[in-house]
């Protein structure tokens, strides 16, 4: 009875062992916010990609939190003097997860499949592409793109499987969806849930990963909760191990819990205020000057951000080469050249504080989104531009229909947005006059910036150089003041106690590199 | 019954019509394309008018509602435009979710509600009346939101008796049919306990009283029996409203079905989806509407005759 009752309790307490383990191999992760909703993980036509792409899929190459690239399925890469020609080596032995082979064929019919795609942009300046031989692919440029490596880096240049892509056609990336990633993907409910399972035959991760084979994990859950408190609440309760992007709202809350831990990172957005340059005051540089300065970057950060993240003073996050500027063309708040200007420009204090010219009050539009931080962020500005004067009237409208109010060019005079990228041709996107209304939200038709923008896009051979042409452009864009700079989030994750993090996070984001390093935790 | 019941269902067909429209125009006349979430920032215009003719939107709003309207009556809700699945797959993938979900609310609701209803009627004015109704009023006029909100802190975050979010098991349907179910047992409750006290002042009741038959065997066998005809009226509408009223819970609690597929599609404003789920939530209530009737009249002979003779 005594020897019956023993085996009882091993074979329970193997059981229990067992079950441990194999929760031990599996983890929940939760995306909230903006990374909810991509409908599909197909790469080429998809305009919203998740952080579960780049564990599906591999791209040639990876970039780094300090802009640099490093190989993912190329082994190595070399640019003609010329720029006219880049010839990748690819790594040997890469396999699809249905057990095709990944060569040089496979990049000669990928680059083409992009013509007339959602992402044709990104390899607008590749004339062809020639398989050299297996394992050696040149791409022979229209004209040199020092931005091609960049672009390869890309989400959206994630490399699919021919077979599966052109047999399953639009089902591709939502029905299945086959790359050479650390995992595969089990099931896809758009909105709700991507479970993978760990690809056991992965060994070629970029050198960023300290782990070179499979993932750690068994199998990855991927929660979308479009609520953010739902979504802190799991990381809270053990319902999620990792929440993958913290809002900044919820920081200070995450900081002070001790159930879970936190990790923050540079980010790669920036929020700013378009000043509709083509509109009344606005057309006078000297107002627009005025508003620029009169935005109070270190206070929105201390009360608002609780001193998470960083001011922004230029167009891009500080991370870019292009960001460095000269100190003059830097936008920081000094409310006395604010008022100074506003003064030169004819706008004199009213009676109640609020600058009148002509008889007619300094009385703006400002415009926003809804959701709860953009509300509360153009509260403070409105705050801060009546502490100088001028009158701002808050529109807050529906995210999913203000860019098409943008679009059609309205009497918009200000507005609060953001952005997410990490390349500097975002200037371009946001102030070339052909794109005025809507990504060209301040309306920004400058021949100058014309001029210098065709040089930094298309004139340049050379990373450096295009750096140094892209630096000329932001710096001339800056001092038109089309727009006042705001705040730099930082990227954060939280994760519970079945995780193990890495020591960095390596990438521009929570990527294959830094999440092959993550590990169930002892 | 089979006539009225043609004839009600006949009556639909106009009322279906006009939802349509009225839905089609609503989709199409807010602001906001579901190019915004098919086009990258750096495309060219000479992209975007592909991709606008591509999916007909560059055609008169009137001809796009005809197309509809025709393929709809084919059966084939078209395929969603953001999402580029089939729209009728994507409202199986999640209609069973918000059935599951408006089904327990509505077991609860109508369960908690009839029985505090006929305890408030057979105790009117009684402590137990006001404080149990008023308790009740309370709950329902919490908003939805805020009451899940509530409900995951109480329940899941303290007392760890369900999962917060998501449905991955059974439990994980309590907390938000609760939710849902609150809002509608106040309604419920004050239907029966008006109808109670209605009914419980006729003369048949106090024949009945005469007879020496005790008072919960009336008020359980005779008058509940004629009060639950209004209620009936109640839970029929309540049947469509649960489903559309499933939408912000379905939301916080992070689970399938029509209202988060719903929020998401208005979000990408991808029409054909938008135009399928509301679609659905305007048939869900047109068809709670003719049950209650059907059920209304399968209790009151004298209502068939009624709709039956004109």
């Not at chain 2, 029966?192 to 009914?199: C, D, G, L, V, Y």
């Not at chain 2, 005809?229 to 079905?257: D, H, K, N, S």
């Amino acid at each position: 009875m005594k020897t019956m009752l023993k085996g009882s309790m091993l074979a329970l307490g193997l059981t229990a062992l067992a079950a441990t383990t194999a929760l031990a191999q599996e983890a929940t992760f939760v995306m909230t916010a903006r990374l909810v909703g991509a409908p599909t993980y197909n790469p080429i036509k998809a305009t919203k990609l998740n952080t579960a792409t780049t564990l599906i899929f591999d791209r040639l190459v990876v970039q780094d939190a300090d802009q640099s690239f490093h190989g993912q399925l190329a082994s190595s890469w070399e640019a003609s003097p010329d720029g006219m020609q880049w010839t990748f080596k690819l790594k040997p032995g890469v396999k699809f997860h249905n057990g095709e082979p990944f060569n040089a064929k496979t990049v000669a019919w990928w680059v083409p499949q992009f013509k007339g795609s959602e992402n044709a942009f990104t390899v607008e300046a590749i004339e062809r592409v020639e398989a050299v031989d297996d394992l050696t692919v040149r791409f022979h440029m229209k004209h040199p793109d020092p931005n091609l490596l960049f672009n390869l880096a890309s989400s959206f240049m994630c490399i699919p499987e021919p077979k599966a892509y052109e047999a399953l056609g639009d089902k591709f990336g939502v029905t299945e969806a086959i790359g050479t990633g650390p995992y595969r993907m089990q099931q896809f409910s758009v909105g709700q849930q991507t479970v993978l399972v760990r690809n056991d035959d992965y060994a070629w991760a970029a050198g960023l990963s300290t782990n070179q084979g499979p993932a750690k994990f068994k199998k990855l859950t991927f929660r979308e909760i479009g609520e953010e408190s739902t979504a802190y609440l799991e990381l809270k309760t053990g319902g999620a191990d990792l929440l993958v992007n913290v809002p900044t709202d919820f920081l200070p809350r995450i900081q002070a819990d001790k159930a879970v831990k936190l990790v923050t990172f540079p980010g790669n957005e920036l929020v700013y205020m378009p000043i509709n340059t083509s509109v009344e005051p606005f057309t006078d540089i000297k107002v627009r000057e005025a508003t620029a300065f009169a935005v109070n970057q270190k206070e929105i950060l201390a009360s608002l951000y609780g001193g998470n993240g960083a001011v922004a003073d230029t167009f891009l996050i500080s991370s870019l080469k292009e960001a460095q500027v000269e100190p003059k063309f830097r936008i920081a708040y000094d409310p006395e050249r604010a008022k100074k200007l506003f003064e030169e420009a004819g706008w004199k204090p009213g009676p109640d504080g609020i600058r009148v010219k002509d008889g007619k009050r300094l009385t703006v539009k400002l415009w926003t989104q809804n959701g709860t931080e953009f509300k509360r962020l153009v509260e403070i500005v409105q705050a801060q531009l009546k502490a100088v004067g001028m009158q701002a009237e808050i529109s807050i409208i529906d995210a999913g229909s203000i860019n098409a109010q943008y679009r059609k060019k309205t009497d918009h005079q200000l507005a609060i947005r953001a952005y997410q990228w990490t390349n500097a041709d975002i200037v371009d996107w946001f102030f070339a006059a052909k794109r005025a209304g809507y990504p060209n939200v301040s309306m920004f038709n400058d021949p100058e910036a014309e001029r210098l923008n065709d040089i930094a896009m298309n004139k340049s051979k050379t990373w450096d150089e295009r750096v140094a042409n892209f630096t000329r452009y932001h710096e001339y864009v800056l001092s038109q003041y089309p727009f006042a700079p705001i705040y730099q989030p930082v990227q954060s994750l939280a994760y519970g106690k079945r995780i193990a993090m890495p020591d960095k996070i390596r990438g521009m984001g929570l990527y294959s590199s830094t999440m092959l390093d993550i590990a169930p935790a002892n | 019954m089979l006539r009225f019941a043609i004839r009600r269902l006949a009556m639909l067909v106009p009322v279906f019509l006009a939802v349509s429209l009225v839905i089609f125009m609503i989709v199409h006349l807010v602001p906001g394309d579901p190019l915004e979430h098919l086009i990258q920032v750096g495309s060219s215009p000479e992209q975007q008018a592909q991709m606008i003719a591509r999916y007909g939107l560059d055609q008169p709003l009137l001809v796009q509602y005809g197309r509809w309207l025709a393929k709809v009556a084919g059966g084939d809700l078209g395929d969603a435009i953001v999402m580029r699945q089939p729209v009728a797959r994507l409202i199986a993938e999640n209609l069973p979710h918000s059935l599951a979900l408006g089904g327990a609310a509505l077991v609860f609701s109508t369960t908690v509600g009839i029985v505090t209803g006929v305890l408030a009627a057979s105790f009117r004015d009684s402590l137990f009346d006001r404080v149990v109704m008023g308790f009740i009023l309370l709950g329902s006029t919490l908003p939805s939101f805020w009451l899940a909100l509530l409900m995951i802190l109480a329940f899941a975050v303290q007392f760890e008796w369900f999962p917060v979010s998501g449905a991955r098991s059974w439990d994980a349907l309590v907390l938000p049919a609760l939710t849902i179910g609150i809002g509608g047992t106040a309604l419920i409750a004050r239907v029966t306990r008006a109808a109670m006290i209605e009914i419980a002042g006729r003369d048949f009741v106090r024949v009945l009283q005469a007879k020496g038959l005790s008072f919960w065997r009336i008020q359980l066998r005779h008058v509940l029996q004629q009060a639950l005809l209004p209620v009936m009226t109640i839970l029929g509408l309540r049947i469509g409203w649960i489903l559309g009223g499933a939408v912000t819970v379905e939301y916080v609690f992070a689970r399938p079905g029509l209202g988060s597929l719903l929020i998401t599609a208005l979000g990408q404003r991808d029409y054909p989806l938008v135009q399928g789920c509301l679609l659905m939530l305007a048939i869900a209530v047109m068809l709670g509407t003719l049950l209650g009737d059907l059920a209304q009249a399968a209790l009151d002979p004298r209502l068939r005759e009624t709709m039956g003779a004109r």
